[in-house]
């Protein structure tokens, strides 16, 4: 091969490492898990979905990639839109683990659709549309959180318990020591509503975090029922 095929073969070469293998563009994921209970007696209207009450269990909230640096990418591509008919064989399960819990009622293809637009859109780089609700729904079953937390004698029940507590249970069971963010109760009590958990950028294994979000959590705090 003379001098010019060289060129057009490394060129092709250099052009293969960017096109054939895009650059992840974010460092890890939260995966944020919701305690509705926390969400429903803080909002002024929290509405149950069109199936009926959720479960007393954790929800998802969302998978959203992140940067190490603790700022996030946010509705990266705006041509790529929410379409149900790509996860249809998803949407029994979403309705069970990832509830909307926003009014009015509704299936919770609007939050679905949010958080896809928001967050997913910027992690298509290693995930399509069904892959990114897959991958959150196998991440709810792998934390498998709630049971967790009960099996440490923290339960929904609107006792109070020590966020170190609560942190070294999820850090026991999972491997990985969590983000936990509060918010208040209609009596100002500090309460547990989310739990972040940290997830490599193939969104499927857990990792320690980077960087903690901060979660406004005291040393004590209420484990509402639902
Ligand atoms: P995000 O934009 O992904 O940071 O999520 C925040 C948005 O999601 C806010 O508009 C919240 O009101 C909404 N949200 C949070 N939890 C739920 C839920 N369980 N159902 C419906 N909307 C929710």
Redesign the pocket.
């Known amino acids: 091969m003379g001098a010019k095929g060289w060129f057009i073969l490394k060129l092709l070469m250099f052009q293969g490492l960017f096109v054939s293998r895009p650059q992840e563009d974010f460092d890890f994921f939260y995966f944020?898990l919701?305690w509705?209970g926390a969400?429903c007696d803080t909002?002024r209207a929290?509405c149950y979905p069109t199936s009926g009450k959720p479960a007393a269990d954790f929800?998802i909230?969302?998978l959203?990639p992140n940067y190490n640096g603790g700022s996030w990418p946010?509705n990266c591509d705006p041509d790529s839109q929410f379409d149900r008919s790509q996860i249809s064989d998803l949407v029994s399960s979403l309705k069970k683990n990832?509830?909307?819990?926003?009014c009015p009622s509704n299936e919770?293809f609007?939050?679905w659709e949010?958080?896809w637009e928001?967050?997913g859109t910027c992690s298509e780089s290693v995930m399509d549309q069904h892959e990114y609700f897959e991958n959150a729904l196998k991440l709810k079953e792998k934390a498998n959180l709630l049971q967790i937390l009960t099996n440490s004698g923290i339960n929904p029940d609107d006792g109070f318990y020590s966020l170190k507590k609560i942190t070294n249970a999820i850090k026991n069971g999972i491997g990985f020591t969590p983000g936990i963010e509060c918010n208040k109760d209609p009596e100002r009590n500090d309460q547990l509503h989310q739990i972040y958990i940290c997830v490599d950028t193939s969104g499927t294994e857990f990792i320690e975090c980077p960087v903690l979000p901060r979660g406004r959590c005291p040393s004590q705090l209420q484990f509402s029922k639902f």
């Open positions: 944020v919701q509705p969400y909002k929290c929800g909230h969302g959203w946010s990832w509830p909307t819990l926003s919770g609007k939050f949010h958080e928001k967050h």
